[in-house]
């Protein structure tokens, strides 16, 4: 079946401009995770999403960035004014929730949108 | 989560068996053990996980010691499209409803030779 879709794959833009991030989960993927990935680093966690809440927005760097999904759906992470620094590989994944706690459940990745910034 | 150690890197031939090797000392007893992969330019990608027994699937199989403080990951008949950045990673399965963040470490560089 489709696996985790991210748009887009590039984006290039100025400093200070906003960019808005997609990403759409496999479908009955009740968790979505952003992580981000800087050149030559580990990947570093940003927000998780259980439906349309977010119980843990611990990973977000600053208040220039949120993200919000719509129901078990499309999630969106934006980046308002941006900086230099904010350049990094985008990552989304998805996965089922468990129905009990000692059922675990993999996490599947997209390909990440490419965030550059003049 | 409990701390994972891999070698930086590895080197294999083509056709031959791949084992990584991953040490998780520390690991507790409600804590799994995953392994993902990241291909140049591509996401992570799942490739199996285990508690205590061991697991195969078509991509690997994973191998836990008898106490689990540490395991490996076999890809039986390694190709050039194994190469990657293959992670380690231990975590406590989804709690309730809550599912947990990966923490991603530093990894081994498996670099398959033709």
């Known amino acids: 079946g489709a696996g985790v879709s991210q748009s887009p794959s590039n984006k290039v833009t100025e400093k200070g401009k906003d960019v808005e991030l997609r990403c759409d989960p496999i479908?009955?993927?009740?968790?979505l995770y952003w992580y981000r990935q800087r050149l030559g680093q580990g990947l570093e966690f940003l927000i998780y999403f259980q439906g349309n809440s977010a119980p843990d927005k611990s990973g977000l760097p600053s208040d220039r960035f949120s993200a919000e999904r719509t129901g078990e759906s499309v999630s969106t992470l934006t980046i308002q004014r941006t900086q230099q620094e904010d350049s990094a590989v985008y990552l989304c994944a998805s996965s089922k929730t468990t129905g009990g706690p000692r059922v675990a459940q993999p996490q599947h990745f997209g390909d990440g949108t490419r965030l550059s910034i003049l | 989560d409990a701390k994972t150690t891999q070698p930086p890197s590895m080197d294999c031939a083509e056709g031959r068996a791949a084992n990584l090797p991953c040490n998780h000392s520390t690991i507790s007893g409600n804590e799994y053990v995953y392994w993902y992969r990241q291909i140049h330019s591509q996401g992570p990608q799942y490739i199996i996980h285990?508690?205590?027994n061991n697991e195969t699937n078509e991509m690997a199989s994973l191998i836990i010691t008898e106490d689990r403080k540490s395991s490996t990951l076999i890809l039986p008949h390694a190709t050039l499209r194994d190469t990657a950045v293959y992670y380690c990673i231990v975590r406590v399965a989804s709690l309730g409803q809550g599912a947990q963040k990966l923490v991603f470490g530093q990894g081994t560089r498996l670099t398959i030779n033709p």
């Open positions: 285990g508690l205590k």
């Open positions: 479908s009955g993927h009740t968790a």
